[in-house]
C-alpha cells in the first residue's frame, strides 16, 4: 500500500515521466507503440452481474469500455476469478471468450461431486480481477 502511494505521488507531481510498456508479439498489426496502454478492473466484490449458463456454470461478460482501446484491435487480457471460497473447485476463471476491444466473457464451471456452483459465487463473492494492455491510438 506505501508503494502504491508513493508511485502515484511520485507519477502526480511529474517526477516519473513514463512507465515503459511493450507489446513484444501483438494480436494484431495497425497500433503504433507510444500508444499502449495498460488498464484493470474488477467486476466487483460482492456485484458480479453473473448469468446462469448451465447447473454447473456460470458467466460474465466483462465491460472495458472505459479503456478505450482502437476498435478492431484487439487487447493482450489476462484474468482471475477471485473472492472469499471455494475458487479451487472451479475452472475457467482465466479463459477469455469473446474478446474484442471493449469487452470479453468468462465462463466459470464447477463439477457436481464439489456442490452447486450457484449456491457458492454469491456467498463467496466472486469476481473477475482482470488486466488489459492494448492500443489506445
Known amino acids: 500500500m506505501i508503494f502504491a502511494s508513493i ?10 515521466e513514463c512507465i515503459d510498456i511493450k ?11 507510444p500508444c ?3 488498464c484493470t478492473g474488477t467486476t466487483g466484490k460482492g456485484s458480479t452481474p453473473w448469468k446462469y449458463y448451465s447447473t454447473d456454470g456460470i458467466y460474465v461478460k ?15 487480457v489476462t484474468s482471475v476469478l477471485a473472492g472469499e ?8 476463471g482465466s479463459e477469455i471468450y469473446s474478446l474484442t476491444s471493449s469487452s470479453f466473457v468468462n465462463y466459470v464451471h464447477m463439477r457436481a461431486e464439489y456442490g ?15 488486466q488489459a494492455i492494448g492500443y489506445a491510438c
Open 116 to 130: 452447486n456452483i450457484h449456491s457458492f459465487y454469491k456467498a463467496d463473492k466472486w469476481r473477475i480481477d482482470w
Open 36 to 38: 499502449l496502454r495498460l
Open 62 to 76: 466483462v465491460d472495458m469500455t472505459n479503456c478505450d482501446f482502437k476498435p478492431g484491435l484487439t487487447p493482450i
Open 85 to 92: 471460497s471455494h475458487l479451487w473447485v472451479t475452472t475457467g
Open 7 to 16: 508511485f502515484f505521488f511520485v507519477l502526480s507531481f511529474g517526477l516519473l
Open 23 to 33: 507489446v513484444a508479439a501483438p494480436y494484431e498489426e495497425g497500433g503504433d507503440e
